[in-house]
């Protein structure tokens, strides 16, 4: 009996030692030729410090994203999770409902940042219940099956930007600030492709998420930047669509087409022209 119950636990020894030696193989595994810490240790560079009176002349405007233009694709892709790199919609979200890292705020005047959206009124908004008629396999009648459909990052193609550009006479420099972003989901409903603004998230809270996320770099695979990078050097394709006025419209509220356009172009050549005039050559 005492010999059997020494062969028992020489044998969970003997088990436990292979899956160890197993587990600390698969931990070994390196997926290229170096350790990543680069990018998993970047901290936020924090703002230079602004006074109200070193800002002689600013101005906000929002602006579109459309993230289905060639120099917004860092931004779209990878669809799924790959390697772990996430796209910049699905950063976001895992933010707003996962790691509650970023607050999400509802879609009032162009963004306000008054109400906070919870995690419940997201899922309930977003992660729908679908039915559809399947058979049983055991009675061979139709019956009917809920599933849950969750979101789909994809489906957010452009994004809301609020900022504001000011001259800082203290630095001598024309500077923006990024205020907040608020994705724009394309989706399918009764037949027809709709469009809505899903919520507000403030910029510089999120940043501290967009630092750490990777975003593929085509020309070098070992200098990968982050979401942070990308706002932070404006490495965007964009076009404004509304600036501080009297009446708080849109530019599509009283120009379409190319004339809207070209206003939207007007307006940023007028800030360019704002910095320009102040220096004397």
């Not at 399947?134 to 099956?145: A, H, I, R, S, W």
Request: hydrophobic share 35%; aromatic share 14%; with cysteine.
């Amino acid at each position: 009996m005492k010999t059997l119950f020494k062969k028992s636990v020489l044998f969970v020894i003997i088990c436990l030692s292979v899956m160890s030696n197993s587990a600390k193989a698969q931990s070994n595994i390196l997926d290229g030729v170096y350790v990543k810490e680069h990018t998993i240790e970047r901290r936020v560079i924090p703002y230079t410090y602004l006074r109200e009176a070193d800002v002689m002349w600013s101005k906000r405007v929002w602006r579109i994203i459309d993230l289905r233009e060639k120099i917004n694709h860092d931004m779209y892709f990878p669809i799924d999770v790959i390697a772990g790199r996430k796209s910049l919609m699905q950063v976001i979200w895992d933010g707003v409902t996962k790691d509650g890292s970023i607050t999400a705020y509802n879609d009032e005047n162009d963004g306000d940042f008054t109400t906070q959206l919870s995690k419940t009124d997201l899922d309930n908004k977003y992660n729908t219940w679908d039915t559809a008629q399947v058979e049983d396999p055991g009675t061979g009648e139709l019956v009917e099956k809920v599933t849950q459909r969750q979101f789909i990052p994809s489906e957010v193609k452009q994004l809301r930007v609020k900022e504001d550009w000011f001259f800082d006479r203290q630095r001598s420099v024309m500077d923006v600030r990024i205020i907040g972003l608020a994705p724009i989901r394309f989706f399918q409903k009764n037949g027809e492709e709709r469009m809505e603004t899903m919520f507000w998230i403030y910029y510089p809270e999120a940043r501290f998420a967009f630092v750490s996320a990777e975003v593929y770099n085509k020309g070098n695979d070992a200098e990968r930047r982050t979401y942070e990078d990308i706002f932070w050097k404006r490495r965007f394709g964009s076009y404004i669509y509304k600036e501080s006025n009297v009446y708080n419209r849109r530019i599509n509220t009283y120009m379409s087409g190319l004339d809207a356009l070209l206003e939207a172009e007007k307006i940023k050549d007028d800030i360019f022209n704002i910095e320009h005039d102040l220096w004397e050559y």
